[in-house]
C-alpha cells in the first residue's frame, strides 16, 4: 500500500493551488457578496485543462485519473467553493455520462465542447416534488412522431444560466415507474427552454444555480442516452461517481478553514503568546487535522476503487457523509478559532461555513447515503 503521489498528481495539485491564489482567491469575496457567476475565471479555468480532466484526449480531455480529480477539486474548493460545483458538475456528472453511456456521434457533438472548456453542462434531475426520492419525476418525455415532446420543471440546477448543454431525466412510460425513465441531452437553444430567476442561497452564491421549465421541448431520438428506460440507472450510476467530487469538495472547504485558522492561530496573541500555545486552541487544530486526514483518505480510498474499475459506490458514499459533516464542524470551529474576525466577510472563514452546508445536500442528502452505506453492509 502506497500513500505517496506520484510526481503528476503533486503537479496537478500544485496547479490547482497557484490557480486558485492567482485567478480565484482575488474577487472571491465580491463575487459572493453580489452573486456573481465566475465567468471569465470558469474559462480560464477550462483553458487549463479542469472542466474535462477526466475525459479520454480524443475527445479533448486530459486523461487523467480520478485521484488527480480529487486533488485539483480540494485545493479549489480550499478558497472558492462556487467555482469548484461548477468544475465538479462538468466532470462527474455531464463528461463522464456521456462519455461512458452516450454514442459516438453524441460524444463528438457534446463532449468533445463540453471536455475543452469551451462550454459548460448541467444534469437536470431535482424536481419540486422529486428531491431525494428521484423516482418520483414528474417532468414528461413522451415520444410523438419520431421525437420525444419534453415538459415539466427542473430544480437546484448547477450551471442552470450558462450551460450550453443539459443532461435532462424525465419520465416517458409512467405505467413503468423508474423503468420507464429516460435521459436526454438538451440544447441551451430548443425553443420552449426557459431558464428561471437565480436562486438566493446561504452559500455557494457564486455559483449559478436556477430552475430550468420545459414546454414542450422536442428533443430527437438521437439525443436519448442509452436504450429506452435506462434513465435512472444513467442518474444513479453517474451520481455515484459524482458523490466523489463533492466529497472532495467538502473536504477543501474543511482544509481551507483549517490553513485558515492555523495561520491565523501563529499571528493572533492573548495573554501574552499567540493563541496557538494555548491547550484549548491546540486541540481544536488537532481535532482538525485528524479529521481531515481521515477524509483525505476516504477521497482518496473511493477515487481509487474507481481508478481500478472496482466498486466504489460504498466508498463514494462514505467519503461524502464524512467529508461534508467535517466540513460543518471544522468551518464552525474555524470561525470560532478567529473570534470577532471570523465573523468578518474579509478572512474568509465564514463564506466557507456557509459554503460547507450544501454538502450535506447536495447529490445526495447525508441520509440517502446512509442508506446507500447500509444497503451495502447489510448485503
Known amino acids: 500500500m502506497n500513500f505517496s503521489l506520484s510526481e503528476e498528481h503533486l503537479m496537478i495539485q500544485k496547479a490547482a493551488r497557484d490557480f ?164 436526454f441531452i438538451v440544447d441551451r437553444k430548443s425553443p420552449g427552454l426557459t431558464v428561471g430567476k437565480k436562486e438566493n442561497k446561504l452559500g455557494i452564491r457564486g455559483s449559478d444555480t436556477h430552475s430550468i421549465m420545459f414546454t414542450d421541448v422536442e428533443v430527437p431520438v438521437e439525443n436519448r442516452i442509452g436504450e429506452d428506460g435506462f434513465g435512472f440507472r444513467f442518474a444513479m450510476k453517474t451520481l455515484s461517481g459524482g458523490r466523489i467530487g463533492i466529497a472532495s469538495q467538502a473536504l477543501g472547504i474543511a482544509s481551507g478553514a483549517y490553513e485558515l485558522a492555523l495561520a491565523y492561530s501563529k499571528e493572533r496573541k492573548a495573554f501574552g503568546k499567540p493563541i496557538c500555545e494555548h491547550q484549548a486552541i491546540q486541540f481544536k487544530l488537532a481535532d482538525m487535522a485528524t479529521q481531515i486526514d481521515a477524509a483525505r483518505l476516504l477521497c482518496l480510498k473511493a477515487a481509487w476503487l474507481k481508478d481500478h474499475h472496482l466498486d466504489y459506490t460504498q466508498a463514494g458514499a462514505m467519503a461524502k457523509v464524512f467529508a461534508s459533516q467535517i466540513a460543518m464542524e471544522i468551518t464552525t470551529e474555524a470561525v470560532q478559532v478567529h473570534g470577532g474576525y471570523g ?37
Open 343 to 379: 465573523y468578518v466577510k474579509e478572512y474568509h472563514v465564514e463564506r466557507l461555513m456557509r459554503d460547507a452546508k450544501i454538502t450535506q445536500i447536495y447529490e445526495g442528502t447525508t441520509e440517502v447515503q446512509k442508506i446507500v452505506i447500509s444497503r451495502s453492509v447489510l448485503s
Open 20 to 183: 486558485t491564489n492567482d485567478v480565484l482567491k482575488p474577487g472571491v469575496i465580491e463575487r459572493d457578496e453580489h452573486q456573481k457567476f465566475p465567468e471569465a475565471e470558469i474559462k480560464k479555468m477550462g483553458e487549463l485543462g479542469f472542466l474535462g480532466m477526466m475525459v479520454n484526449p480524443k475527445y479533448g480531455g486530459g486523461g487523467m485519473d480520478t485521484i488527480s480529480y480529487v486533488l485539483a477539486m480540494e485545493e479549489i474548493s480550499k478558497m472558492d467553493a462556487s467555482a469548484s460545483v461548477v468544475m465538479s458538475v462538468n466532470n462527474s456528472l455531464v463528461c463522464w455520462g456521456l462519455e461512458t453511456f452516450g454514442t459516438e456521434e453524441q460524444k463528438q457533438k457534446y463532449l468533445v465542447p463540453l471536455a475543452k472548456g469551451e462550454s459548460i453542462g448541467s444534469f437536470c434531475l431535482s424536481e419540486p416534488e422529486a428531491g431525494s426520492d428521484a423516482t418520483s419525476q414528474h417532468t414528461t418525455a413522451i415520444l410523438k412522431g419520431g421525437k420525444y415532446i419534453l415538459n415539466g420543471t427542473k430544480n437546484w440546477i448547477t450551471n442552470g444560466g450558462h450551460a450550453s448543454t443539459y443532461l435532462v431525466i424525465a419520465q416517458s412510460n409512467p405505467e413503468k415507474g423508474h423503468k420507464g425513465i429516460n435521459a
